[in-house]
């Protein structure tokens, strides 16, 4: 690059960083060792430490894997295919509290970088691509260290380092500052679900059912009354006629099969389609927007609200489509299925089956508070209210985020 700003090089890795590798110390891991122990459960995306609770105490072994303030660990694997984490690095801030394992990496600064800069610089997207783009692996990926030692990047000045690790530093705060409020946000909903969800809105006079106190006016229903279900092949056929007449396809095609997996993206983006003829056969769990999802199987009990786009959706398998009678809106549905109080019922009835999957039976005997239309409308926009106010401060995070 030759239009570089004054005093800027151009580096490899190795150039700037001594490393040494970690070493199997799993089986010498107990709650009350002395040190924090660093392993792949330990790295978030962003490069924080995740403390999980694993503590290791020092022996012949481990000795040497004890941290130094300043050092940097980076985890050379992922438990997935995309890259969520893999090259994600913590920065050490105190000596002689933390030990690091197997496929973590110690790098130890040289004199030419600063560490704070440096600890940004690996954990910017532009490195971890480079990381990702060099992987090896399939559904769980992996990078060894002498591939990440001869990356290239452009180095400056050590003042300049600092002086832009800084500004970094003060915009990382914010965003701590913001996710914070999340979280408070978040408690203080859940809180205030709990309590639409059992007194409603402005009574005084209540009665006692299964699930405790519901104010007077209200029914108790199973869900059972309230809804019908669809899966993808139950409503049309057995799994046997789903294999003959779904194709299934990684690339856009006539209609997207919608999976959990998508609808827990910040952004709708479907990877999974089948042809017309398979969307033909699945129509009648066809989706326009606004439906209510659950998975009965691996992320059991999650719930989803469906979004509007302008193409073709029909159900992925291992989901559930969840219609409502005349009694039930919608949203408040949702909102209760979201709640501790259906969660709590739901986790009860699958704990009694061999098999750790949501049957409908299960799903319909569930009880659910039920108030007159109206106030079910009122409750649910006021967590609707909330939710929008998160989903703004979100949008603010990822802005700030993208700005950095």
């Known amino acids: 690059m030759s239009n570089l700003p004054k005093g800027w090089e151009e580096v490899l890795v190795e150039n700037v960083f001594d490393n040494i590798g970690g070493t199997s ?22 490069g ?14 481990s000795a040497n894997k004890i941290l130094n303030k300043n050092d940097l660990v980076m985890v050379l694997n992922d438990k997935t295919s995309t890259g969520d984490i893999i090259g994600s690095s913590i ?27 440096a600890w940004q610089l690996l954990n910017s997207k532009y490195f971890r691509k480079k990381i990702v783009s060099l992987s090896q692996g399939g559904t769980q990926i992996y990078i060894n260290f002498p591939v990440i030692k001869k990356i290239n990047f452009y180095l400056p000045p050590l003042e300049e380092q600092k002086k832009i690790a800084d500004i970094l530093s003060t915009v990382d705060k914010k965003i701590a500052f913001v996710e914070e409020n999340i979280n408070v946000t978040e408690e203080l909903k859940k809180g205030l679900m709990q309590k639409l969800l059992t007194e409603g809105i402005g009574h005084t006079e209540f009665k006692d059912s299964e699930l405790g106190r519901i104010p007077q006016g209200w029914e108790l229903k199973t869900l059972g009354e309230l809804v019908f ?12 006629s789903l294999k003959e007449n779904v ?11 919608v999976r959990t997996t998508d609808l827990k993206k910040k952004e709708f983006k479907p990877e999974r389609f089948t042809d017309k003829r398979g969307y033909e056969f699945l129509k009648k769990s066809a989706l326009y927007g606004g439906e209510i999802l659950m998975a009965n199987v691996g992320s059991i009990g999650e719930v989803y609200i469906v979004p509007e786009v302008d193409f073709p959706m029909t159900l992925a398998p291992n989901m559930y489509l969840i219609k409502y009678n005349d009694n039930l809106i919608n949203t408040y549905a949702y909102y209760f299925m979201n709640s501790s109080i259906f969660i709590n019922q739901l986790l009860s009835k699958i704990a009694s089956t061999t098999l750790q999957a949501v049957n409908k039976a299960n799903f319909k005997s ?36 993208e700005l950095k």
């Open 229 to 240: 279900i669809l899966t993808d092949y139950t409503a049309n056929g057995s799994f046997a």
């Open 247 to 257: 194709t299934y396809f990684n690339e856009p095609n006539f209609a997207a099969l």
């Open 25 to 46: 110390l799993e089986k010498f891991v107990n709650e009350n060792g002395k040190y924090k122990f660093i392993s792949i459960g330990n790295y978030s995306k962003s």
């Open 366 to 401: 569930i009880k659910i508070p039920l108030p007159p239309l109206e106030e079910q409308k009122k409750i649910a926009d006021i967590l609707s209210t909330v939710d929008k106010k998160i989903a703004f401060v979100e949008e603010n995070i990822n802005a700030t985020e």
């Open 48 to 61: 924080k430490y995740i403390d999980n609770s694993q503590r290791i105490d020092i022996n012949e072994k």
């Open 91 to 117: 920065l050490i801030e105190e000596s002689d509290k933390y030990i690091y394992n197997q496929r973590s990496e110690r790098l130890i600064c040289k004199n030419n970088i600063y560490p704070k800069f």
